[in-house]
T-cell receptor, first 114, second 114 residues
Framework: DTAVSQTPKYLVTQMGNDKSIKCEQN?????MYWYKQDSKKFLKIMFS???????INETVPNRFSPKSPDKAHLNLHINSLELGDSAVYFC?????????????FGSGTRLTVV | GDSVTQMEGPVTLSEEAFLTINCTYT??????LFWYVQYPGEGLQLLLK?????DKGSNKGFEATYRKETTSFHLEKGSVQVSDSAVYFC?????????????FGPGTRLSVLP
C-alpha cells in the first residue's frame, strides 16, 4: 500500500524517559513533516524536511530532535519526556515543499506521559 | 501571515440535514485551498481541494467553492449521514513563498445524530 506509516500507534511512558517515533512514506514525496495535535484538535507544525534538509523548525523544545536518514524517512526523538508532551503526533508528506497538492498524513501516534 | 478561520463547533445535526461549515482565509498570494477530515482515532484525510478562484472541489457529496472576492471556501453537503461525524479542517497552501507553512484552521467538530 502506498501511504505514510508511523510507528508506534500508541506509546505510554514515564516522565523523564527518552522515546522515538518513526515515520516512512513510499509516495516519492520530497517533503516530510511532524505535527502535534493537542486535546482540542489544534494542529501545530513542529518540523519540516525537504530532501533530508531541515526547512522548518518551529519553536519546539530542544528535547525534540528530528532525524531524516533519507527522504522517505523522518523520525522524531524526544528526550526527557514531560507530562505536557502528551498529545497525538502526526507525520505527513507532500510532493513539494509548499504542499501545493495537499498533505498525506499518517494515522498518528498517541503519546501519553505518566 | 497567512491564516484560516473556521466556524467554531461543535456542530450537531440530525441525519439528512444540510451542512455548512464556514471557512475564510487571509493570504498575500494565491493559495490552494483544502478541506481535510479526521474521523475518530484516525489521521487527517484530504476531502477536497481547489487550486484557483471559482474552482469547485467535490468528494463524497461534499463540495466547496473557492471564492476569491469573499476569501472563503465554505464546506457544504446536502444531506449528512451519521458516518460524516468527524472533525473538519480547512487549510491553505501559500504557493508563493518558500518555506511558508501550510496553514490549518482550528477544526470544526461535526456530530450527526440518527
Amino acid at each position: 500500500d502506498t501511504a505514510v506509516s508511523q510507528t508506534p500507534k500508541y506509546l505510554v511512558t514515564q516522565m523523564g524517559n527518552d522515546k522515538s517515533i518513526k515515520c516512512e512514506q513510499n509516495l516519492g514525496h520530497d517533503t516530510m513533516y511532524w505535527y502535534k495535535q493537542d486535546s482540542k484538535k489544534f494542529l501545530k507544525i513542529m518540523f519540516s524536511y525537504n530532501n533530508k534538509e531541515l526547512i522548518i523548525n518551529e519553536t519546539v523544545p530542544n528535547r525534540f530532535s528530528p532525524k531524516s536518514p533519507d527522504k522517505a524517512h523522518l523520525n522524531l526523538h524526544i528526550n526527557s519526556l514531560e507530562l505536557g508532551d502528551s498529545a497525538v503526533y502526526f507525520c505527513a508528506s507532500t510532493l513539494d515543499y509548499q504542499g501545493t497538492y495537499g498533505y498525506t498524513f499518517g494515522s498518528g501516534t498517541r503519546l501519553t506521559v505518566v | 501571515g497567512d491564516s484560516v478561520t473556521q466556524m467554531e463547533g461543535p456542530v450537531t445535526l440530525s441525519e439528512e440535514a444540510f451542512l455548512t461549515i464556514n471557512c475564510t482565509y487571509t493570504a498575500t498570494g494565491y493559495p490552494s485551498l483544502f478541506w481535510y477530515v479526521q474521523y475518530p482515532g484516525e489521521g487527517l484525510q484530504l476531502l477536497l481541494k481547489a487550486t484557483k478562484a471559482d474552482d469547485k472541489g467535490s468528494n463524497k457529496g461534499f463540495e466547496a467553492t473557492y471564492r476569491k472576492e469573499t476569501t472563503s471556501f465554505h464546506l457544504e453537503k446536502g444531506s449528512v449521514q451519521v458516518s460524516d461525524s468527524a472533525v473538519y479542517f480547512c487549510a491553505l497552501s501559500p504557493r508563493d513563498n518558500y518555506g511558508q507553512n501550510f496553514v490549518f484552521g482550528p477544526g470544526t467538530r461535526l456530530s450527526v445524530l440518527p
